[in-house]
Structure formats: C-alpha cells, structure tokens
C-alpha cells in the first residue's frame, strides 16, 4: 500500500517559537495532502486541503498566517505552527492522495508540545 | 463541523463477544471509510464502503451503509484484546475531504 511519512514524530518547543512538521508521499505522487489536528480524547478535525504548487485551502476557524501550509513538490508539504502557544500543542496528523486512488493515506501523526 | 456521530462513545465488553459501533452523518456522500487509532497513534485504515454499496466485509469486520438513513455500522466479531481502541467513521462527500466522526472508544477486557 502506498506509505506516507512524517517527520519528526514529536517534537516540544518553546512558547513563542516556531515549528515544521513534514508530510511526504514515500511512493506514490500526492496531488493533494490534507492537514488535521486532533486534540486528546478528541476526533480528528480537517484544518486545511493543499493541492501541489496552489495556495493551501484552510477550513473555517483555522488561521492561515499561523498555520502555514506549503505543497511545494508532489511528495512533500509541510505545516509551519508560527509563535506556537501551548493551546496549539496537539497531535497533528496529514494525508495524501493521487488521482487514481479512492481513499487518503494517512501519516503516523506528529505530536507537538508547546511550553 | 464535524459531520459524523458516532456512537456509544465508549463501549467495555469481554474478549470473544461481538462490538458494534455506529455512525451516522448529515450531508450525501461519496464514501465513508472506517479507521482504527491506537492511543497517541496513527490511524489504521480498515475498510471502505461506497454509496452505492450496503454491506462489506473483511475478516472478523462487518460494514454496513444506510444512505437513506445516513448511517453506517462496524461490527467487529469475536473480540480481542488487542481490537482495544479508537474507532472513526470518515465520510468524503465528492470534495475528496474526510470529515470524521466523534469516534468510539472500545475496550476489550481479557
């Protein structure tokens, strides 16, 4: 099955600092990656579609100049947390899809804390 | 917004009794897809289900898919312990975005 990687798988930063988390396609081309975030004990909430070489698309509520997503080749986008605060310290998971596949896949998830 | 509900939120049965979880969901849809998520875990897809099917299976799992009634059930049989875990529906509507459901938390007691 197609794998999808993300990198790190954890990470803990500094209030005020900031941090990138890469979502890449090991084997497959992804035309679009999604970005989630899931709080503890929580489902996972979609924050934002990327299609490759366009401006990330980012659901209501979620802030596009402190989440700063880039789709910058067919197997990799990354998602920037700007002056991270500790409400943005959660798990943040991404998947990717081609064209001829039916379902996303999805990466084994990024945990951030933010102290 | 979330679209899917899942429920119970959290069911405990013993190991070798069956589990059924349920979801359901407001808008039509393309596909909705089932997931497993150990705690602090990736998901772990598990099966998938069109708009046009009613029922699949894959091993000790049974999907079924109401779309007049806009819901769908997981049936695990003869549970393990090792099945312990979060379960999520995801429904894509034709935009290619999941939107996933509250989630069950089952517990399978040895």
């Known amino acids: 099955g197609a794998v999808v990687s993300q990198h790190p798988s954890w990470v803990i930063c500094k209030s005020g600092t900031s941090v990138k988390i890469e979502c890449r396609s090991l084997?497959?081309?992804?035309?679009?990656m999604f970005w989630y975030r899931q709080f503890p004990k929580q489902s996972l909430m979609l924050m934002a579609t990327?299609?490759?070489?366009?401006?990330?698309?980012?659901e209501q509520g979620v802030e596009k100049d402190k989440f700063l997503i880039n789709h910058a080749s067919l197997t990799l986008s990354t998602l920037t947390v700007t002056s991270a605060h500790p409400e943005d310290s959660s798990f943040y998971i991404c998947?990717?899809?081609?064209?001829?596949?039916?379902?996303?896949?999805f990466g084994p998830g990024t945990r951030l804390t933010v102290t | 917004s979330q679209q899917g509900e899942e429920d119970p939120q959290a069911l405990s049965i013993q190991e070798g009794e069956n589990a059924t979880m349920n979801c359901s969901y407001k808008?039509?849809?393309?596909?909705l897809q089932w997931y497993r998520q150990n705690s602090g875990r990736g998901l772990v897809h598990l099966i998938l289900?069109?708009?046009?099917?009613r029922e699949k299976h894959s091993g000790r799992l049974r999907v079924t898919l109401d779309t007049s009634k806009k819901s769908s059930s997981l049936l695990i049989t003869a549970s393990r312990a090792a099945d312990t875990a979060s379960y999520f529906c995801?429904?894509?509507?034709?935009?290619?975005?999941?939107?996933f459901g509250t989630g069950t938390r089952l517990k399978v007691l040895a």
């Open positions: 084997d497959f081309q992804a035309t679009t």
């Open positions: 808008t039509s849809i393309n596909n």
């Open positions: 990327s299609n490759e070489g366009s401006k990330a698309t980012y």
């Open positions: 995801a429904t894509e509507t034709g935009t290619y975005k999941y939107i």
């Open positions: 289900i069109r708009s046009n099917e």
């Open positions: 998947s990717a899809r081609a064209p001829t596949f039916d379902e996303q896949y």
